[in-house]
């Protein structure tokens, strides 16, 4: 059974950090995080390949946020620093398909997590 389960959401100051996960269960694919602001589309921040080798950053979070996973353990991180207002969102981590090639495209991925709230507020 394919399971997402993403954890590590909360408030933060901006300039602080937070780093989010997500456990993954069923299958070994390129994992993806997402984030949807109410009213707004969904939008691809991150990716990381099956290896843990090839990873992909939107232009927004490159240099402040970091992927990567532990197949040991199944697990997929987002590490956050220097966050901003901007980037309040629910973040979702989900499966773009056997590669991250289409991970920008948030409708071909087949498998998603609950969502988890992050919220960078003064």
């Known amino acids: 059974q394919v399971q997402l389960v993403e954890s590590g959401g909360g408030s933060v100051q901006p300039g602080g950090s937070l780093k989010l996960s997500c456990a993954v269960s069923g299958f070994t694919y390129a994992i993806g995080w997402y984030r949807q602001v109410p009213g707004e589309e969904r939008e691809g921040v991150s990716c990381?390949?099956?290896?843990?080798?090839?990873?992909y950053y939107a232009e927004s979070v490159k240099g402040r946020f970091t992927i990567s996973r532990d197949n040991a353990k199944n697990m997929v991180s987002l590490q956050m620093n220097n966050l901003k207002p901007e980037d309040t969102a629910v973040y979702y981590c989900a499966a773009p398909g056997v590669n991250c090639r289409y991970y920008t495209s948030p409708r071909r991925a087949d498998y998603w997590g609950q969502g988890t709230q992050v919220t960078v507020s003064s």
């Open positions: 990381i390949s099956r290896e843990g080798t090839i990873t």
